[in-house]
């Protein structure tokens, strides 16, 4: 059966036999929040967007229920590889500390499985019968224990072929230490690293030196040389999910929900250039040591990257525990002290490193998890005067082109800022790191989410991008249309769609 789950968003899922039963205040009188056990469809976004409802559900929610004590006597049975039932277990955790989760086995031992950043996920193939435990590894409280009961014989005759899933949240009880605050002690420190927006363009003759960014008009984009931007036939031909057609430099699939889309930097343009923290240049060190461990980068979905063509390359720091916490908690203060708001990490990309003529084209982020984002510069080893540019879709038909070196961050709101790199990398290698955040009570974009935070600015919706422009390509009639709509010589001032 359906349960509607109302916390702010409706949320389908369907509860599995064997679990335990769900308590919230709108099906009994338990004021607490209790762990979760739930069939989750294969959707990312139901799996994300729940977790964020019962996280913050768990942070205003008065009297949580006490810590389950530790059963001593928990153990696993014995299982038959050949005749026990199996179940994938997924284990999400919603604390806002690292979550050890262990198997309890035969002898009621604890056998670490993962460790967990909050917000992350762990997975493990189980029997029916055996048992779990996860502790908050710093103040070693149990947050939950269970054991995996046998399934409806009904519901595993409807999944023969498959092997059932359940997935369990771990949530905030009364032994967890109280969810934090924003830490202001390093203020000074990051405003230091802050780069003065203004900051010219220098040296003129050689932008693979540039720490900048640089703006332009739309006469300037209709300007550009088509051989160095957008999607080639030959990649096109490769890739039957690009759908921008040969020279698209701008995905317009996936932008109706921008006009939804609150601006949490208020008083800034929703981007900035900073330098590395100390702690981020010992990644950056840990980098240069483990870069030669790349490997080809699994395949992107969505038709945004010549991946196909043009070899792209990851190192995924996944398999690499402390560089990866270094860089969530890093940037979990750095974020919050930019928009001035608890936010939760949602997921950190690995090292991408790409090469000569890589490209991705304009794009907006996923609208419920990548809201305060960061692109950390590993390396780059680029042609003389190519420098490779992040580029923003400005509001007024403007274009931003970001530029940055070694050891520098930029900071964006990639939910409803178009960004990509559309022009073909001129150069052997360029990697960078995505790592993204949302506040606590994002859950995404609904008719009234625009009000939230610091808005939606009245001009949001011009950038060339936008109804009557939408120049999403390179071709010549995207280009004509440019000229047409835009004087040459028209001002800054006067760049009013």
């Given at each position: 059966?359906?349960?509607?789950?109302?916390?702010?968003?409706?949320?389908?899922?369907?509860?599995?036999?064997?679990?335990?039963?769900i308590?919230?205040?709108?099906?009994?009188?338990?004021?607490?929040?209790?762990?979760l056990a739930?069939?989750?469809?294969?959707?990312?976004?139901?799996?994300?967007?729940?977790?964020?409802?019962?996280?913050?559900?768990?942070?205003?929610?008065?009297?949580?229920?006490?810590?389950?004590?530790?059963?001593?006597?928990l153990?696993?049975?014995?299982?038959?590889?050949?005749?026990?039932?199996?179940?994938?277990?997924?284990?999400?955790?919603?604390?806002?500390?690292?979550?050890?989760?262990?198997?309890?086995?035969?002898?009621?031992?604890?056998?670490?499985?993962?460790?967990?950043?909050?917000?992350?996920?762990?997975?493990?193939?189980?029997?029916?019968?055996?048992?779990?435990?996860?502790?908050?590894?710093?103040?070693?409280?149990?947050?939950?224990?269970?054991?995996?009961?046998?399934?409806?014989?009904?519901?595993?005759?409807?999944?023969?072929?498959?092997?059932p899933?359940?997935?369990?949240?771990?949530i905030?009880?009364a032994?967890?230490?109280?969810?934090?605050?924003?830490?202001?002690?390093?203020?000074?420190?990051?405003?230091?690293?802050?780069?003065?927006?203004?900051?010219p363009?220098?040296?003129?003759?050689?932008?693979?030196?540039w720490?900048?960014?640089r703006?332009?008009?739309?006469?300037?984009v209709?300007?550009?040389?088509?051989q160095?931007?957008?999607?080639t036939s030959?990649?096109?031909?490769?890739?039957?999910?690009?759908?921008?057609?040969?020279?698209?430099?701008?995905?317009?699939?996936?932008?109706?929900h921008?006009?939804?889309?609150?601006?949490?930097?208020?008083?800034?343009?929703?981007?900035?250039?900073?330098?590395?923290?100390?702690?981020?240049?010992?990644v950056?060190?840990?980098?240069?040591?483990?870069?030669?461990?790349?490997?080809?980068?699994?395949?992107?979905?969505?038709?945004?990257t010549?991946?196909?063509?043009?070899?792209?390359?990851?190192?995924?720091?996944?398999?690499?525990?402390?560089?990866?916490?270094?860089i969530?908690?890093?940037?979990?203060?750095?974020?919050?002290?930019?928009?001035?708001?608890?936010?939760?990490?949602?997921?950190?990309?690995?090292?991408?490193?790409?090469?000569?003529?890589?490209?991705?084209?304009?794009?907006?982020?996923?609208?419920?998890?990548h809201?305060?984002?960061?692109?950390?510069?590993?390396?780059?080893?680029?042609?003389?005067?190519?420098?490779?540019?992040?580029?923003?879709?400005?509001?007024?038909?403007?274009?931003?082109?970001?530029?940055?070196?070694?050891?520098?961050?930029?900071?964006?709101e990639?939910?409803?800022?178009?960004?990509?790199r559309?022009?073909?990398?001129?150069?052997?290698?360029?990697?960078?790191?995505?790592?993204?955040?949302a506040?606590?009570?994002?859950f995404?974009?609904?008719?009234?989410?625009?009000?939230?935070?610091?808005?939606?600015?009245?001009?949001?919706?011009?950038?060339?991008?936008?109804?009557?422009?939408?120049?999403?390509?390179?071709?010549?009639?995207?280009?004509?249309?440019?000229k047409?709509?835009?004087?040459?010589?028209?001002?800054?001032?006067?760049?009013?769609?």
């Open positions: 059966r359906h349960i509607r789950f109302k916390v702010r968003i409706a949320c389908r899922c369907r509860w599995m036999m064997g679990t335990r039963p308590q919230t205040p709108w099906t009994s009188g338990h004021q607490g929040a209790v762990h739930m069939w989750a469809s294969n959707s990312k976004h139901l799996k994300l967007s729940l977790l964020f409802a019962v996280l913050l559900y768990s942070t205003i929610v008065k009297g949580s229920p006490a810590c389950p004590s530790v059963n001593r006597s153990q696993s049975p014995g299982a038959h590889v050949e005749t026990t039932p199996r179940v994938q277990i997924f284990v999400v955790n919603a604390v806002w500390h690292p979550v050890g989760f262990f198997w309890v086995d035969e002898q009621g031992g604890e056998r670490l499985i993962s460790t967990m950043l909050k917000g992350e996920t762990a997975s493990t193939l189980a029997f029916e019968g055996h048992c779990f435990r996860a502790r908050i590894l710093s103040a070693h409280v149990v947050v939950d224990e269970f054991c995996v009961k046998q399934q409806n014989k009904q519901l595993r005759q409807q999944q023969q072929r498959r092997i899933e359940q997935t369990r949240t771990i905030a009880c032994g967890v230490p109280p969810m934090p605050n924003i830490d202001h002690s390093r203020d000074t420190e990051f405003e230091a690293l802050l780069q003065d927006p203004n900051t363009c220098l040296p003129a003759d050689d932008s693979s030196k720490s900048c960014v703006y332009l008009r739309p006469w300037d209709a300007q550009r040389d088509p160095l931007y957008g999607f030959e990649e096109v031909e490769n890739d039957r999910e690009i759908d921008t057609g040969v020279c698209g430099t701008v995905n317009t699939n996936y932008a109706q921008v006009p939804q889309m609150p601006q949490l930097t208020a008083s800034g343009p929703g981007y900035a250039i900073m330098n590395f923290t100390p702690k981020l240049m010992e950056l060190e840990w980098f240069e040591q483990h870069s030669s461990e790349a490997k080809v980068h699994p395949h992107v979905p969505g038709g945004y010549n991946m196909k063509t043009v070899d792209l390359h990851l190192l995924n720091v996944n398999l690499h525990r402390e560089p990866k916490q270094k969530a908690d890093e940037m979990e203060r750095i974020l919050q002290w930019w928009t001035g708001m608890l936010l939760q990490h949602t997921s950190t990309f690995g090292i991408r490193s790409y090469h000569r003529g890589s490209m991705l084209i304009d794009h907006v982020d996923r609208a419920d998890t809201i305060a984002s960061a692109v950390l510069q590993f390396h780059q080893e680029v042609d003389h005067n190519s420098g490779w540019p992040l580029e923003l879709m400005l509001a007024n038909g403007t274009v931003g082109e970001v530029y940055v070196q070694r050891g520098q961050i930029i900071l964006y990639g939910g409803w800022l178009r960004h990509g559309p022009m073909r990398l001129r150069g052997e290698s360029f990697s960078n790191l995505f790592v993204h955040f506040p606590l009570d994002w995404g974009p609904c008719p009234n989410s625009g009000h939230k935070y610091g808005g939606v600015p009245e001009n949001r919706m011009t950038s060339i991008a936008d109804y009557p422009v939408e120049y999403s390509s390179c071709r010549p009639d995207h280009v004509e249309k440019l047409s709509l835009f004087d040459q010589d028209s001002s800054d001032d006067e760049l009013e769609l």
